[in-house]
């Protein structure tokens, strides 16, 4: 029963998307501080905040108020993306490939025997009776 659940575990894409939804929401918090404190002020270096202290383009609107599209939501959004993708893919997925390749390394893939078809089988029959009826 063990060995089942183990050959269930590490078959397929179980690992994978294990990996990705646990790590990825534990993950998701250290990320968006690393970004809040880091990312999001050099952006809004580049870009003045507006009374919201949202940055990003301002534009004004058909009533002259400004409105500001938050261009630094998107962009720390992204980052915090790919940071995620990038440690999930490093910390867990590359080694459990190699652990899958490990195990198929180790235990290559048995080639199934083909039975042969019914016209050999024929043949063989026909070139045994000739032989036995020339002997």
């Not at 939804?21 to 870009?47: C, D, E, K, R």
């Not at 108020?65 to 590359?94: K, Q």
């Amino acid at each position: 029963m063990i060995k089942g659940f183990k050959e269930f575990i590490t078959k397929g894409n179980v690992i994978d998307l294990a990996v990705a939804v646990v790590i990825g929401g534990a993950f998701t918090a250290i990320v968006n501080a690393v970004v809040s404190a880091i990312i999001t002020p050099l952006v809004a270096m580049f870009f003045k905040a507006d009374e919201a202290g949202n940055f990003g383009f301002t534009v004004q609107n058909i009533y002259g108020d400004p409105v500001t599209f938050p261009v630094g939501e998107l962009i720390s959004a992204i980052i915090s993306f790919f940071a995620v993708a990038l440690v999930v893919y490093f910390v867990f997925v590359v080694p459990m490939n190699t652990y899958k390749e490990r195990q198929a390394a180790k235990n290559p893939a048995v080639e199934e025997e083909t039975l042969p078809t019914e016209q050999e089988l024929l043949i063989e029959i026909r070139d045994a009776l000739r032989k036995s009826n020339s002997v």
